[in-house]
């Protein structure tokens, strides 16, 4: 186990919408260092089964669980320990050092080129296809669940307070349960989804939202009938990427594996050589 009174509590360093993020440094080894993210007990919180563990455990801990299995993927946000309180729950995680959330990234940034732009989103990719191999539907990826330390651009995905567990059942719209932003028209629409197409509906609007500056769809009244704006000074190939990601219908969508498949993901193929 991790023994928090080994720890001194220091700065906040993030404030969601049912808890705190602090920072938190070893008392005798100041340099190890951990975010404790501290949540109030609600009438809402979800628990879940886990393997090795005899009574339910918060749904975010239980999600996060399944992805801490060796080998662990370096673009998920590590679940060392928990703890659990009368009112509280405090998780206790790896502390991305010197990152910034992805929204502040792009806002700081201001024109990602793509090469920034792909090896943000080949990161994020695997993030996302870890999680569909263990059973993860994380349900809230949008960009202040994504963070990017600096200088080296490493991707961390956090916050599974939404996850679900992907089982042979499709998701009904009340299992998305995220802020939104990334919510495919099929659940919008009431119809049942399924978990990969969802995530490759998130990865076309991340990486919109990464090389414009500003969210694909500004409202619902858009996202289900709009046509999406792409700046004609992207690549072909990053145009046709987000564009075949961001198809409504999602049989028409592109599917997980042919993404990081996508030509944009392989400039030196000879096909695509002309536009990089
Ligand atoms: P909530 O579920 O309330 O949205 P999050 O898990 O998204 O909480 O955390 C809120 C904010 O705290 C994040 O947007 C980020 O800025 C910061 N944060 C969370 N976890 C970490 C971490 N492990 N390392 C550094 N910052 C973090
Ligand atoms: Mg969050
Ligand atoms: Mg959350």
Not at 27 to 56: F, I, N
Request: net charge neutral; aromatic share 8%; with cysteine.
């Amino acid at each position: 186990g991790f023994d928090l009174s080994q720890f001194e509590v220091g700065d906040l360093i993030g404030k969601g919408a049912f808890g705190e993020v602090y920072v938190a440094s070893h008392k005798r080894r100041k340099r190890v260092k951990v975010a404790l993210k501290c949540m109030m007990k609600s009438q809402e919180d979800r628990y879940l089964d886990v393997d090795g563990h005899s009574t339910p455990v918060l749904a975010e801990v239980a999600m996060m669980l399944r992805l801490m299995n060796a080998p662990r993927c370096p673009n998920i946000i590590r679940l060392h320990d928990w703890v659990e309180l009368e009112d509280n729950f405090v998780l206790i995680l790896e502390y991305a050092e010197s990152c910034q959330t992805l929204l502040q990234y792009i806002k700081d940034t201001g024109d990602i080129e793509e090469n920034q732009a792909r090896r943000l989103m080949r990161q994020l990719i695997r993030a996302v296809m870890f999680c569909t191999e263990h059973g993860v539907f994380h349900g809230d990826i949008h960009t202040a669940n994504i963070l990017v330390t600096l200088p080296r651009l490493e991707l961390k995905l956090i916050d599974f307070g939404c996850a679900q567990p992907i089982t042979h059942k499709p998701f009904n719209k009340s299992d998305y349960r995220g802020a939104g932003h990334g919510m495919p028209p099929e659940a919008l629409r009431g119809r049942v989804f399924h978990a990969n197409p969802a995530y490759v509906w998130t990865i076309g609007i991340m990486l919109y939202e990464i090389m414009h500056g500003r969210l694909a769809f500004c409202n619902r009244q858009s996202l289900m009938f709009g046509s999406i704006q792409i700046n004609p000074r992207l690549s072909t190939a990053c145009v046709d990427l987000i564009s075949q990601c961001l198809i409504r219908n999602p049989v028409q969508r592109l599917q997980l594996h042919q993404v990081e498949e996508h030509c944009w993901f392989n400039p030196t193929t000879p096909n695509s050589l002309k536009q990089f």
